[in-house]
């Protein structure tokens, strides 16, 4: 229960940051003086570039590790019951139900989060190519980092957090009952 709870709290904390940089880019965004930023962008310079990977490799591999913080210890019972009676149960076909529905929600999720990434891709390879006064998603990035840095360091880290949690997900372990013959 306590790894739970642990990675309960870690994943608030990174939705926390990551919505405490959306609300600080609604407010405080109009307000910016992006004087500094110009066509072509400059990439931040020492020692913030080093900030940047830091803590971006930082929040990737601790992701990774708050992963394995999920509590297995209260495992559902068994889809596959043993017996023939067992398995046409309305408790076996309602659990059969709840698994399928919530596999089709992560699937959902999984589609959509890759039909947006791939737009994202798109669009950032059609303003490379294109040209000024078309701008690549980077050009923007490259100006935050460089007018605000701390939310832009904040956001990308909350962000490569999420994601190194998502992609490290630890596979449940599956044990079987051995039956000698």
């Not at 992701?63 to 309305?90: I, M, V």
């Not at 919530?102 to 490379?128: D, H, K, N």
């Not at 997900?169 to 079987?176: D, G, I, K, T």
């Amino acid at each position: 229960m306590r790894a739970k709870a642990g990675s309960v709290a870690v994943l608030t904390l990174a939705a926390l940051g990551l919505g405490a940089s959306g609300v600080w880019a609604l407010v405080e965004i109009p307000r910016l003086d992006v004087s500094p930023c110009s066509v072509p962008q400059r990439a931040v310079g020492w020692p913030y570039w080093a900030a940047f990977v830091l803590a971006g490799v930082a929040a990737f591999t601790l992701g990774g590790w708050a992963s394995r913080w999920r509590d297995f210890s209260q495992r559902p019972a068994s889809y596959d019951p043993p017996g023939d009676a067992a398995l046409t149960s309305a408790e076996a076909i309602a659990r059969d139900r709840r698994h399928r529905r919530r596999a089709w929600i992560v699937q959902l999720f999984l589609v959509l989060g890759f039909a947006v990434t791939s737009a994202f891709l798109a669009y950032e390879t059609w303003a490379v190519y294109s040209g000024p006064p078309t701008s690549p998603i980077t050009d923007f990035v490259r100006c935050a980092s460089i007018v605000a840095k701390v939310p832009t360091l904040l956001a990308s880290t909350a962000i490569l957090f999420l994601v190194g949690h998502w992609l490290w997900h630890p596979a449940r372990e599956r044990s079987r009952a051995v039956v000698s013959p």
